[in-house]
């Protein structure tokens, strides 16, 4: 019998409620499938800082060495913790884990109406690739002369040869897999997110890495789109893309708005991975900690969910996960239990229990 640790760290405001769905799908599909799950809590984020001054313990990265794989619900309250210091837990971990992919699937599943009138399940089916460890949000830079006419911030962007190669390389191996043309070349298509035209030393830099590994893959169609066209030809086009790859920053913003292509943020899953297995990879729902919502048990449990079935495909179990999507996807088709950001009154863990049963077959 396989067995797997997992982490779950709640975090703040609406993480709560979300990281509880996703841990009972996790034990129904675990009991379904014969496998064991150990879950542990770690109660990091705004009120841990709070108490302790720090946002998780010093030895966060250690404790989290000894699991499988983590599940973290979100984490900020702009109004007891300034989020550029919240956001240190999630950055931290990513970093220190080397979590140098940030893979985001967008997928319109059918049952759910998308704020884009072009979105339907038929059109609305890629996956961003995101560099997750560097690039413009790297950290370095400082502020100078505070307090005087002549203050002034400098923030670096830091590119590196082997930070943008491994994750263009990433998003032309899922693109030969994913096979979105079929079994003859080209199989898939990476488009590069770039704005090499403005950015004159980070994303030539970037541009010339994508094409040095894109020669690799004769077999994978390329395609190239500043990123501020990219939105537009989002929304305009969405069934023109396949996998596309971008730096943090660039990816960090077209993937919000890929959420809403998908139906919202409440359908939104991601991964922040260690291809490699050296480190634990992270899935989360990619929205916020909505602490307004908080308590009220109406907030959407299925980007959680998906964060689940994201874990369990990268942990080798593909019939779990295939399992979750199946039943989310029969949930969302009958259409009769519906959160508020679907125009319904059902409540987080109403959603939540359909779907497992869906799961048990009840």
Same mark, same amino acid.
């Given at each position: 019998?396989?067995?797997?640790?997992?982490?779950?760290?709640?975090?703040?405001?609406?993480?709560?409620?979300?990281?509880?769905?996703?841990?009972?799908? *996790?034990?129904?599909?675990?009991?379904? #499938?014969?496998?064991? &799950?150990?879950?542990?809590?770690?109660? !990091?984020?705004?009120?841990? %800082?709070?108490?302790?001054?720090?946002?998780?313990?010093?030895?966060?990265?250690?404790? =989290?060495?000894?699991?499988? /794989?983590?599940?973290?619900?979100?984490?900020?309250?702009?109004?007891?913790?300034?989020? #550029?210091?919240? =956001? @240190?837990?999630?950055?931290?971990?990513?970093?220190?884990?080397?979590?140098?992919?940030? *893979?985001?699937?967008?997928? =319109?599943?059918?049952?759910?109406?998308?704020?884009?009138?072009?979105?339907?399940?038929?059109?609305?089916?890629?996956?961003?690739?995101?560099?997750?460890?560097?690039?413009?949000?790297?950290?370095?830079?400082?502020?100078?002369?505070?307090?005087?006419?002549?203050?002034?911030?400098?923030?670096?962007?830091?590119? @590196?040869?082997?930070?943008?190669?491994?994750?263009?390389?990433?998003?032309?191996?899922?693109?030969?897999?994913?096979?979105?043309?079929?079994?003859?070349?080209? +199989?898939?298509? &990476?488009?590069?997110?770039?704005?090499?035209?403005?950015?004159? %030393?980070?994303?030539?830099? !970037?541009?010339? &890495?994508?094409?040095? +590994?894109?020669?690799?893959?004769?077999?994978?169609?390329?395609?190239?789109?500043?990123?501020?066209?990219?939105?537009? !030809?989002? &929304?305009?086009?969405?069934?023109?893309?396949?996998?596309?790859?971008?730096?943090? =920053?660039?990816?960090?913003?077209?993937?919000?708005?890929?959420?809403? *292509?998908?139906?919202?943020?409440?359908? /939104?899953?991601?991964?922040?991975?260690?291809?490699?297995?050296? %480190?634990?990879?992270?899935?989360?729902?990619?929205?916020?900690?909505?602490?307004?919502?908080?308590?009220?048990?109406?907030?959407?449990?299925? /980007?959680?969910?998906?964060?689940?079935?994201?874990?369990?495909?990268?942990?080798?179990?593909?019939?779990?996960?295939?399992?979750?999507?199946?039943? +989310?996807?029969?949930?969302?088709? *009958?259409?009769?239990?519906?959160?508020?950001?679907?125009?319904?009154?059902?409540?987080?863990?109403?959603?939540?229990?359909?779907?497992?049963?869906?799961?048990?077959?009840?």
């Amino acid at each position: 019998m396989s067995s797997y640790r997992v982490a779950i760290i709640p975090g703040d405001g609406v993480g709560i409620e979300v990281a509880t769905e996703a841990a009972k799908t *996790l034990q129904t599909v675990a009991d379904k #499938h014969g496998f064991r &799950v150990e879950m542990e809590n770690f109660n !990091w984020g705004c009120d841990y %800082y709070l108490k302790n001054g720090v946002i998780m313990p010093a030895r966060a990265l250690d404790i =989290l060495q000894e699991f499988n /794989a983590i599940f973290l619900g979100c984490i900020g309250d702009a109004n007891k913790v300034p989020d #550029h210091i919240s =956001l @240190t837990l999630l950055l931290a971990i990513r970093k220190g884990f080397d979590q140098y992919i940030n *893979l985001r699937p967008i997928k =319109l599943y059918p049952g759910v109406e998308s704020p884009v009138k072009t979105a339907t399940p038929e059109t609305v089916d890629m996956v961003v690739i995101r560099e997750n460890t560097e690039g413009e949000y790297s950290a370095a830079g400082g502020f100078f002369k505070l307090g005087s006419p002549d203050a002034f911030a400098i923030q670096t962007g830091i590119f @590196t040869q082997k930070g943008c190669e491994r994750a263009i390389r990433y998003a032309f191996e899922l693109a030969r897999k994913r096979k979105k043309f079929g079994d003859k070349a080209p +199989v898939g298509m &990476v488009t590069n997110c770039t704005k090499s035209n403005a950015l004159n %030393y980070s994303m030539v830099f !970037w541009d010339s &890495v994508y094409k040095k +590994v894109a020669a690799e893959y004769p077999d994978v169609k390329t395609d190239v789109a500043l990123v501020d066209a990219l939105t537009m !030809w989002f &929304v305009k086009n969405p069934e023109y893309f396949d996998v596309i790859v971008a730096s943090n =920053l660039f990816g960090d913003i077209i993937t919000d708005l890929g959420a809403m *292509l998908q139906g919202g943020m409440g359908f /939104a899953a991601g991964g922040n991975i260690n291809p490699e297995n050296i %480190y634990p990879s992270m899935f989360e729902p990619i929205h916020g900690s909505a602490p307004k919502y908080a308590g009220k048990a109406i907030v959407n449990p299925i /980007a959680a969910i998906e964060s689940i079935r994201m874990m369990l495909d990268h942990l080798g179990e593909e019939q779990a996960a295939l399992d979750i999507q199946k039943a +989310v996807v029969k949930t969302l088709t *009958l259409g009769k239990v519906k959160t508020a950001d679907m125009g319904g009154t059902s409540k987080t863990h109403e959603m939540g229990d359909v779907i497992r049963k869906a799961i048990s077959g009840k």
